[in-house]
């Protein structure tokens, strides 16, 4: 008989990939992934960009790269960060295949088994998994409003013993809350880390797909602010933006560290596809990534806005939700006690598709949540669909 890891042994899979057979069924409305919707992607851009390609170019991008990324992509993606705000030139962009790869070689960095980090609950499953890959020890801290509470997280960095190798966090329309962590929280946060040796890793694929300008000033990033006596690791994302089977992320980090991932990232794969790199370093010097997403998100906005009023219109008085101001995501609350699943099972039979929230408690405990997603479906069939969540919660809870 085979003997695995132990780590693996810590691993279970996702719901969201248990879910996405049912979610491609063509008689079934999924509220469940968080993917763009394919009628979104940029086909035409994309096409024009590769007809465009000299032959040397063509032969590039069907090529080996360098571990870290292309030379002409690490130059446009570091201009296209200084416009964002975020320190490019004092810091070391790492390119990966997808922003996962980039907190899957920050685990690898930081974590021997048992170590404590710091997460958030709800989190995103992905990181979560990737930790419990390297038997981290997950320490979370409750998410509020507007962000981690910031007493529970003192509480855990003044019991938590050894010190925590990192805090994770998710700043902008996180996955699932669909929160924005204000600036205040994430002061708070600087203050109650700087100079413990706890590095940051902040995860922000989903910032460019704001609703509203006036939020700006308010989702400024930790690594923008650029604060001392905290090593800040930033990972971004090509998925929401361009398109997520370029499989393209990146990671903006000191030296020190970038030195230590990009070991890590030559051990696991060499290098990013080239190919995917070619176009996306094109996107953005053409200037078509800030036309595309100023259009997806007035897209995202009508979907996100039609998710808010068919709830309001269809849910019962004791269900509550966060109302999207940009990103992808809704997350209802349900009263204490509340099994998600059962409703789940329930909105199955009426034909949708949710994600219950204990798939996003690093405990697997908590369920009286729904992630219910608004990026992949027209604001037709948000109309169809959430109105049969509301009848399946009615049914299952009274």
Not at 74 to 101: D, F, M, V
Not at 224 to 245: H, Q, R, W
Request: proline share 6%.
């Amino acid at each position: 008989m085979s003997r695995f890891a132990t780590s693996v042994a810590n691993l279970r899979s996702s719901e969201i990939r248990d879910l996405m057979s049912l979610a491609t069924a063509p008689d079934i409305i999924s509220f469940a992934g968080g993917m763009p919707g394919n009628e979104l992607f940029p086909l035409e851009i994309i096409d024009t960009i590769y007809q465009s390609l000299t032959e040397k170019e063509k032969q590039v991008a069907m090529q080996y790269g360098p571990t870290t990324g292309l030379p002409s992509l690490l130059e446009s993606l570091s201009a296209y960060l200084e416009k964002k705000g975020l320190p490019a030139k004092s810091n070391r962009l790492i390119i990966t295949t997808g922003a996962l790869q980039a907190i899957h070689i920050l685990a690898k960095a930081f974590i021997d088994p048992g170590d404590p980090i710091l997460v958030e609950t709800p989190s995103f499953i992905g990181a979560l998994s990737a930790f419990r890959a390297y038997d981290a020890n997950l320490i979370t801290v409750p998410l509020k409003e507007d962000g981690m509470d910031i007493g529970q997280l003192k509480k855990r960095l003044d019991s938590t013993l050894p010190t925590p190798k990192f805090l994770y966090y998710t700043p902008n329309f996180h996955n699932p809350a669909g929160i924005i962590y204000s600036r205040k929280i994430k002061e708070q946060i600087i203050d109650l880390l700087k100079d413990r040796d706890i590095p940051i890793i902040e995860d922000d694929v989903y910032s460019d797909l704001y609703f509203y300008e006036e939020d700006l000033p308010e989702m400024q990033l930790i690594k923008a602010m650029d604060p001392e006596g905290i090593d800040v690791c930033y990972t971004g994302s090509f998925s929401k933006i361009l398109g997520p089977g370029l499989r393209l992320g990146w990671m903006l980090v000191p030296e020190e560290i970038y030195r230590k991932c990009e070991l890590i990232k030559q051990s696991i794969d060499a290098c990013s596809p080239s190919i995917s790199q070619v176009i996306a370093d094109k996107f953005i010097r053409r200037g078509d990534v800030y036309n595309y997403t100023a259009s997806v998100r007035l897209e995202y906005k009508k979907r996100g806005l039609a998710m808010i009023e068919a709830l309001e219109a269809s849910l019962p008085s004791y269900v509550t939700f966060e109302k999207p101001r940009g990103g992808f995501y809704t997350w209802l609350r349900l009263p204490e006690g509340t099994d998600a699943t059962a409703i789940l099972r329930k909105s199955i039979e009426k034909g949708v598709v949710f994600v219950s929230g204990k798939t996003f408690d690093p405990d697997a405990i908590q369920n009286n949540y729904m992630r219910v997603s608004f990026c992949n479906t027209d604001v037709e069939t948000i109309r169809q669909g959430v109105p049969l969540i509301a009848e399946a919660i009615k049914e299952i809870y009274g």
